[in-house]
């Protein structure tokens, strides 16, 4: 909110350099930009609202940038959009600027998918003639349909949207952009950027306020991007005096660990296993999707609570290490994830020639088809826990620490939902430590980039946490190679790292 | 030019911020932008150029843009533009960056006269709808086709010109930017903007490199546009430690008196007289342009010199100063600017019910109609003579010095030739002085345009003298009008201030 002293012949500055002045003085800073497309209609502005105006301002390091000005009495919302651009799901969440508070959430379906379920194809294809276009409108235009849907959801309109904050994996955040991201998978694993900053929304063909502007999260390297950024912002690990793990489980097993003076960061495949697409069965939380599963006393029936309990049609990354854990616990699958034909009685069917454990019969599915999961999910399951483990032991090792001496794990999980630690100790996906250690935090990249909107001083925050980061590179690691292998075993080939597991024996 | 360590696996960085670490290590900033446009093409270009690139950088104050990249080798032409907004004449001058050589210069109508040939009917008709996107749509149309002219006539394509400068009146560098000038002219007389900075050319609808940025001068006030700061920066005054005085004849007559510790400025109209459009003579300077004038020893012929030794087609605001001094030291007009028949002889005839002193015959002239200056000419001529030297005396009056005492004056016109002083004071329009004390500096507005496109170190300068002026406001001052009255008489109603003006009796 600023008050001008209107123009008088003794003080006949311009209009444009009146605001500025005076918000020179309340900002206490000299360093204002107005954007030129301002300036057209601020003489009429100034002059309707008697010199009481309230200006949006965007701060950007050192620079104030005027982003729009409104009459001091405007009530029209000023709303801020944080994204998670997910390799599968696109996550928004929108926040009410003046207040802090959500207004609402939604998630779509990454529609690159149809080009590549993995980033990998994704890449390659943007390698071919209008390629890398198709890739970025594709996603440009499902953004811009979910902005416009949750907009109307909250009696918003796309242009009440003032600022945007996005965070993404390296590749994600390239094709966000339109930019080639051809390097980052050859090596030497170049990307085109680190450190994007901030773009108007036209630029990138967003449909918000036309003066809005972009946070881009920069990523660390070609492995580590801004989504983890965005994930360390959110949990706080760099500012804590004790040394913390982050454990972001998503399409990439992404872990961090350090403090306030360093941070080292590992992310390796955890594979498709947890995230819809690749999978038949996990997939992106949403209503119907069974996020939490029991097994019933009798161990016949499974009880499964789906997204506003819906009758279920799929089961989430998190539902499906609930489900692996009980399967082991119960003695379903064995020890290197096989089916035990002899537990798992009548609900052990065959499709497409393959062992099939039936979890919700047709009749109860939303589907009308029997809902279950194949050997071929669970060994994708059991290899990307064994390289969340893998890369675990590893990072702490490189550092010197054995994982039982730290305090406090954040586990994030970008599908949506929250994951469960007991099931994922079970499992043997995470260390076997007293379950307080373990702090859940759900999506932790879309939490950093809703700070960002929130809070202006984040933006330093985010060059610090990414200037601190050392990356581990797991591809050239055999210690990682031969930690993998170990741990491809449920909860691992050596059950003494897992006392609290109790390991059914056959039969 | 600037060499990149090619990426490794020890030293991927991206590609932007290897770029950037490289520039800033040796330009010795922190402060570099790369505009998000270059990023698409950026890794091909490093990777074409094995990491030798020159980069095209312009210093905005602190920052350092980044605007184009190319192969070291690449020799494409790099130009700038130096552009004069006047109203009625704009000029181009087309610069070669790398060596800061002019390569060609031109000119063309303002179109805008086509609305109203004087700045007040143009500003008035911006306030109708569309009115001001007419006005520059008009401007901007004739400036491209300009630019298309004069790059093609070097040899060069619009998309070689990289920086652009433009210096105009208040009214003139709204028009350009398509702001509403309705403020300025009235009271309490207030500009949209006063330090309108870097804009790119894009936003302006300037057809050159489409990263190209165009700076336009700011201007102190309603009534001191950036053609003047231009003209004190070309000039030199703000560093002298004299005192010295810079004399604008243009539309309007602007004073600017000071040295490197303060500026006093003063502008009034000096009157459509000295420039093409309201007057039938008095026009700007091309080819065919009586600039110097003449009279044949026998007193019955002018001897006349035209720009390009073409035929007679009209004469320029120099070449009217020159004549008027001729007419009156020949005695073929009066003290009061009135023809006398006795001396005029057979050249004197009538136009229009009005006395009509035929300089070029019919048969000698480039029009096939006879060349020459009516009463209504010489009138405005002698307003426009008498504003001048009354805002002269004004101005030093006003910080207590007497024109006497001071050493230099620079002697300017915009309309494009040089005045000669000796004309000058011989007609009154300024003070009868030691030839010595003036330096004729040609279009000021232009030199000053052209500086900054050479010199990165300008930018501050502007600023410091823009904010170094004060305005002397003369619509209110008493004084002035006395003045102004007392020197409406060739040269003065007390001549013996121009004691070596010859003043021939009557008859």
Redesign the interface.
Known sequence: MVSLPP???R???????RLVRALQTQLETDDIHID??L??K??FQLRNAAYEVKCILYKNRRQWIVIDIKEARDASPLAGLAVDLGTTTVVLRLIDLPSGTVLSESSFHNPQISIGPDILTRVHFAGKTEGLKQLHDLLIAALNDSIRKICSDCGLRPEDIYFLSAAGNTVMTHLF????P??IIR??????????GL?AAP?LGIAVNPQARVLIFP?A??YFGGDLVAGILYSGLHRRSDTAILVDVGTNAEVVLGNRDWLAACAGAAGPALEGGASRIGMMAGPGVIDHIELEPDEKRFRCQTINALPPRGICGSGLIELAALLFSAGMIDGRGRFVPQNCGTKLTERSGLPYLVIVPANLSATGADLGISQTDLDSLIRSKAAMYAILETISASVGLSLETIDTFYVSGTFGSIIKPEAAVAIGMLPDLPLNRYVSMGNSSIGGATMTLTDPGCLEEIDAIRDRITYL?LNVNQEFMTRFSAARFLPHTDLSRFPSVKVRRRG
Chains 1, 2 share one sequence.
């Open positions: 123009p008088s012949l003080d006949n500055t311009a209009d444009a350099d030129f497309n300036l057209k601020l003489p952009m339109g930019l080639n051809g390097g090596e030497p694993y170049i990307p085109v950027v680190n450190r994007p773009i630029e990523n390297g070609s590179e």
